[in-house]
């Protein structure tokens, strides 16, 4: 482990060196970020989650330049063309960009007009011409005329020598760097419509003709904009500040005013147009895009975490309902562990006859199975079917409106047909709704995170990044929430921290053959399920009304003696330390102090001890839409409705308010103080009142505000959103949102220009 990476990240993160070695030593070790977090406290000083990850990536990203750095050093090398000075110059390299700038004329490439140059032998009329001296060049280059070389005249000469000059000042790392800054901070994005194209990309209109900053483009544009551009759409260009970059390289490059310091212009021109800004273009669009991914790509975590830890019903006796209206509505009933109990198919919506047949099927299965809850998915038909449940006017039971995204996905999978292979698409995709009510996260692990309906140009990012962000966010929050050993399904097992999926299979298989778990240490007879993994998973798992109090609590087995011990100074069980705060209150922390143990680890006990197993989730509330708004008809402007937030955005966030299409509150129209973040007011999930702003049937949009309006109450319902629903007020479209060288003599003579 390198002690300069060490510092680097340290300084960077704003933490001390022994805590990020502390923590690079634990993950090598193969610790997770969670057990890290949670049980490894008094290594790293209390590092949380988030920084924990941070210097996992970081350190990756250092070891990758490393990696780079070594390969770039031994191909030089073996090019015989590795002096000290250009070691040195790579080993200070700090950044991927910087590296291969330097890298680059050493790097094999295909024949240009640069190499042909060189072959015929102008290589030295180019670095005469260089010097700028006050020699001619039209009389040095007489001496190059060779028939056998393929230089027929002074013109075809000094061609040859621009060349050369061109290439290498295109390929010189200070001038890259240089120009590279000038793009980023002056250029612009500038996108138009392809003739014909108008009506087949209307939902692209804003970006038709459209430019702005590239400093400044938030990601959501960006994103849309490259879109647009793979599906034809859209033209996108990356303007340059051509007499900036011109200007910047004659200030590196001309030394002098003469003849030869005209053809060091021409060169310089020559270079830049047809080959450094192509390469800058490139690259630009490359570091934006890599800037955008990683904005989306943290809206998008953050989203789904708060959808993974949305509150839950809990067990409860629960009927489901998969609405539809030709084809009917599917319907499942559930025990109060999931498990199917009778399905069937409705059909309120086609008819008298077969109404009242719904509502006697409906009645009849509410008391046989003793329902107390039923939910109802929120596609198709969603708003209907629930208006027909609750005129059945049935006593004791919620009816609560639930997010069906991904239900679909859910019941076309391998999972599902594992589950229950004697039934079909629709019956899965009712017992995922049911089970999404009872508890969102043990539901929700069995479906890609991305087909969740949350997240802002998700299938546009790079998918590898988004994945790994997504397995982090699923693991912390299942890790956060704890799992219950004895029920859980292997989907949410394979995210507990140290499992994955083989061992989680082999959880499930140990305990169909031998029964309940009936305290953690039995864990260890799990075939293939060591010390390692059994260290890095028991505190995250519990065995509810287990031989060992503890076990049903976050505190780990590798404490358990030590509060034994304190209840033993006590006077008293284990049990009674857990129900008697007046006991607790007695404890002196201090006293178990120890190499191993610090105050952190000790107050993490005593408040597991206080509430074993507690749920981080918030408490669950029913939730209803306004009577009478199912469809965006039904709206007028100035309408003041309840909704529920589905997804957030970096320009603002999307509410459901029951007509079947997600209304937008932009950024400016949140609160009525600034903000930046929509972070900072709402959350996935979170009960709001709004006011329509904005109908437009033809487009199917609908802009909302919540100013004025106070805060609600948080509630369950969630609905996919349309993602290039943009605001389309005037002035915010007006006002886009803040947000090699040539071998070593070659090298030496380069080296006057840096």
């Given at each position: 482990?390198?002690d300069?990476?060490?510092y680097?990240?340290a300084?960077e993160?704003?933490?001390?060196?022994?805590?990020v070695s502390?923590?690079?030593?634990?993950l090598?070790?193969g610790a997770?970020?969670p057990?890290?977090s949670?049980?490894?406290?008094?290594l790293?000083g209390s590092?949380?989650?988030?920084?924990v990850?941070?210097i996992?990536d970081r350190?990756?990203?250092?070891?990758e330049?490393?990696k780079?750095?070594?390969a770039?050093l031994?191909?030089i090398e073996e090019?015989?063309?590795?002096?000290?000075?250009?070691?040195a110059q790579?080993?200070?390299?700090e950044t991927m960009?910087a590296l291969?700038?330097?890298?680059l004329p050493?790097?094999p490439k295909?024949?240009?007009?640069?190499?042909v140059a060189r072959e015929?032998?102008?290589?030295?009329?180019?670095?005469?011409i260089?010097?700028?001296?006050k020699s001619?060049?039209e009389?040095e280059?007489?001496?190059?005329?060779?028939?056998?070389?393929?230089?027929?005249s002074?013109?075809?000469a000094?061609?040859g020598?621009?060349?050369?000059i061109?290439?290498?000042i295109?390929e010189?790392?200070e001038?890259?760097?240089?120009?590279r800054e000038?793009?980023?901070?002056?250029?612009?994005?500038k996108?138009?419509?392809?003739?014909?194209?108008?009506?087949e990309?209307i939902?692209?209109?804003?970006?038709?003709e459209w430019?702005?900053?590239?400093?400044s483009a938030?990601?959501?544009?960006i994103l849309?904009?490259?879109?647009g551009?793979?599906?034809?759409i859209?033209?996108?260009?990356?303007?340059?500040q051509?007499?900036?970059a011109?200007?910047?390289?004659e200030r590196?490059?001309?030394?002098?005013n003469?003849t030869k310091?005209?053809?060091?212009?021409?060169?310089?021109?020559d270079?830049?147009?047809?080959?450094?800004?192509p390469?800058?273009?490139t690259?630009?669009?490359?570091?934006t895009?890599?800037?955008a991914d990683e904005e989306?790509?943290?809206?998008?975590?953050?989203?789904?975490r708060?959808l993974?830890?949305a509150?839950?019903?809990?067990?409860?006796?629960?009927m489901?309902?998969?609405?539809?209206?030709?084809?009917?509505?599917k319907l499942?009933?559930?025990?109060?562990?999931?498990?199917?109990l009778?399905?069937?198919t409705?059909?309120?919506?086609t008819?008298?006859?077969q109404?009242?047949?719904?509502e006697?099927?409906l009645?009849?299965?509410?008391?046989?199975?003793?329902?107390?809850?039923i939910?109802?998915g929120?596609?198709?038909?969603g708003r209907?079917?629930?208006?027909?449940?609750?005129?059945q006017q049935?006593?004791?039971?919620?009816?609560?409106?639930?997010?069906?995204?991904g239900?679909s996905?859910?019941s076309?999978?391998?999972?599902?047909r594992e589950?229950?292979?004697?039934h079909?698409?629709?019956v899965?995709?009712?017992?995922?709704?049911?089970r999404r009510l009872m508890?969102?996260?043990?539901?929700l692990?069995?479906?890609?995170?991305?087909?969740?309906?949350?997240?802002?140009?998700?299938?546009?990012?790079?998918?590898?990044?988004?994945?790994?962000?997504?397995d982090?966010?699923?693991?912390?929050?299942?890790n956060?929430v704890?799992?219950e050993?004895n029920?859980?399904?292997?989907?949410?097992l394979a995210?507990?921290?140290g499992?994955?999926p083989?061992?989680?299979?082999?959880?499930v298989?140990y305990?169909?053959?031998?029964?309940?778990?009936k305290n953690?240490?039995?864990?260890k007879?799990?075939?293939?399920?060591?010390?390692?993994?059994f260290?890095?998973?028991?505190?995250f798992?519990r065995i509810?009304?287990?031989?060992?109090p503890?076990?049903?609590?976050?505190?780990h087995?590798?404490r358990?003696g030590?509060v034994e011990?304190?209840?033993?100074d006590?006077?008293?069980k284990?049990e009674?330390l857990?129900k008697?705060?007046?006991?607790?209150?007695?404890?002196?922390?201090k006293k178990?102090?120890?190499?191993?143990?610090g105050?952190?680890?000790?107050?993490?006990?005593i408040?597991?001890l206080?509430?074993p197993?507690?749920?981080p989730?918030?408490?669950?509330?029913?939730?209803?839409f306004?009577?009478?708004?199912?469809?965006?008809?039904?709206?007028r402007?100035?309408?003041k409705?309840?909704?529920?937030v589905t997804n957030?955005?970096?320009?603002?966030?999307?509410?459901?308010?029951g007509v079947?299409q997600?209304?937008?509150?932009?950024?400016?129209?949140?609160?009525?103080?600034?903000i930046?973040n929509?972070?900072e007011?709402?959350?996935?999930?979170?009960?709001?009142?709004?006011?329509?702003?904005?109908?437009?049937?033809?487009?199917?949009?609908?802009?909302l505000s919540m100013?004025?309006?106070?805060p609600?109450?948080?509630?369950?319902?969630?609905q996919d959103?349309?993602e290039n629903?943009?605001?389309?007020?005037?002035n915010?479209?007006?006002?886009?949102?803040?947000?090699?060288?040539?071998q070593?003599?070659?090298?030496?003579?380069?080296?006057?220009?840096?």
């Amino acid at each position: 482990m390198s002690d300069k990476h060490i510092y680097i990240v340290a300084q960077e993160l704003s933490v001390g060196s022994k805590q990020v070695s502390a923590t690079l030593n634990l993950l090598d070790e193969g610790a997770t970020v969670p057990f890290i977090s949670r049980y490894r406290k008094e290594l790293t000083g209390s590092l949380d989650e988030v920084q924990v990850t941070a210097i996992r990536d970081r350190i990756q990203q250092l070891r990758e330049l490393d990696k780079r750095r070594e390969a770039i050093l031994k191909s030089i090398e073996e090019q015989g063309k590795l002096t000290d000075a250009l070691k040195a110059q790579i080993e200070a390299a700090e950044t991927m960009s910087a590296l291969e700038d330097i890298y680059l004329p050493y790097k094999p490439k295909r024949k240009t007009k640069a190499s042909v140059a060189r072959e015929k032998g102008l290589e030295p009329l180019a670095l005469s011409i260089l010097e700028q001296d006050k020699s001619t060049p039209e009389e040095e280059a007489e001496a190059f005329i060779s028939e056998e070389k393929g230089v027929n005249s002074v013109i075809e000469a000094l061609q040859g020598a621009r060349d050369i000059i061109a290439e290498n000042i295109a390929e010189n790392a200070e001038a890259r760097a240089k120009i590279r800054e000038l793009f980023l901070q002056k250029g612009t994005f500038k996108s138009e419509v392809f003739k014909g194209k108008e009506e087949e990309g209307i939902k692209y209109k804003d970006y038709f003709e459209w430019e702005e900053p590239i400093s400044s483009a938030p990601s959501h544009r960006i994103l849309a904009m490259r879109r647009g551009e793979k599906e034809l759409i859209l033209k996108l260009d990356v303007l340059p500040q051509e007499e900036d970059a011109i200007e910047i390289l004659e200030r590196q490059f001309i030394t002098a005013n003469n003849t030869k310091s005209a053809q060091v212009k021409q060169a310089l021109e020559d270079g830049y147009k047809r080959l450094l800004r192509p390469s800058m273009e490139t690259e630009v669009r490359l570091l934006t895009k890599q800037k955008a991914d990683e904005e989306a790509i943290l809206v998008f975590a953050e989203n789904a975490r708060q959808l993974l830890l949305a509150a839950p019903m809990g067990q409860k006796n629960v009927m489901a309902l998969d609405p539809g209206f030709r084809t009917g509505c599917k319907l499942v009933c559930l025990d109060r562990q999931g498990k199917l109990l009778e399905n069937t198919t409705i059909y309120p919506h086609t008819g008298a006859g077969q109404l009242k047949e719904a509502e006697q099927t409906l009645n009849y299965l509410v008391k046989k199975h003793e329902i107390e809850a039923i939910a109802i998915g929120n596609g198709t038909a969603g708003r209907e079917t629930e208006e027909f449940v609750r005129k059945q006017q049935i006593p004791n039971v919620q009816i609560v409106m639930v997010n069906e995204s991904g239900a679909s996905i859910y019941s076309a999978s391998e999972v599902a047909r594992e589950e229950f292979p004697d039934h079909d698409v629709t019956v899965r995709g009712a017992v995922s709704i049911g089970r999404r009510l009872m508890d969102p996260l043990a539901e929700l692990v069995k479906i890609d995170p991305k087909s969740i309906g949350v997240g802002q140009y998700q299938h546009d990012v790079d998918q590898n990044k988004l994945q790994t962000s997504l397995d982090d966010t699923v693991i912390s929050c299942v890790n956060a929430v704890g799992v219950e050993l004895n029920t859980a399904s292997k989907q949410i097992l394979a995210y507990v921290s140290g499992l994955g999926p083989q061992l989680a299979q082999n959880i499930v298989e140990y305990r169909n053959t031998n029964g309940a778990f009936k305290n953690r240490a039995s864990l260890k007879k799990v075939p293939r399920l060591g010390e390692k993994a059994f260290e890095q998973a028991a505190g995250f798992l519990r065995i509810r009304n287990a031989e060992n109090p503890l076990d049903t609590s976050a505190v780990h087995p590798e404490r358990y003696g030590l509060v034994e011990q304190m209840a033993k100074d006590l006077g008293c069980k284990v049990e009674d330390l857990m129900k008697n705060e007046s006991l607790r209150k007695q404890i002196d922390l201090k006293k178990y102090i120890s190499d191993e143990v610090g105050l952190p680890t000790l107050q993490d006990i005593i408040a597991e001890l206080a509430k074993p197993g507690r749920d981080p989730r918030e408490q669950f509330e029913a939730f209803s839409f306004a009577d009478g708004i199912n469809t965006i008809n039904d709206l007028r402007i100035g309408m003041k409705l309840p909704g529920i937030v589905t997804n957030i955005t970096n320009f603002g966030a999307f509410v459901d308010i029951g007509v079947h299409q997600d209304g937008l509150v932009h950024l400016s129209q949140m609160s009525d103080r600034f903000i930046s973040n929509p972070n900072e007011v709402v959350k996935v999930q979170q009960r709001v009142e709004v006011t329509v702003t904005e109908i437009d049937t033809a487009r199917n949009r609908i802009g909302l505000s919540m100013k004025g309006n106070g805060p609600a109450k948080k509630t369950d319902k969630s609905q996919d959103r349309k993602e290039n629903f943009k605001n389309t007020n005037k002035n915010e479209r007006r006002k886009p949102e803040p947000e090699t060288d040539m071998q070593s003599k070659l090298a030496a003579l380069m080296g006057k220009f840096k």
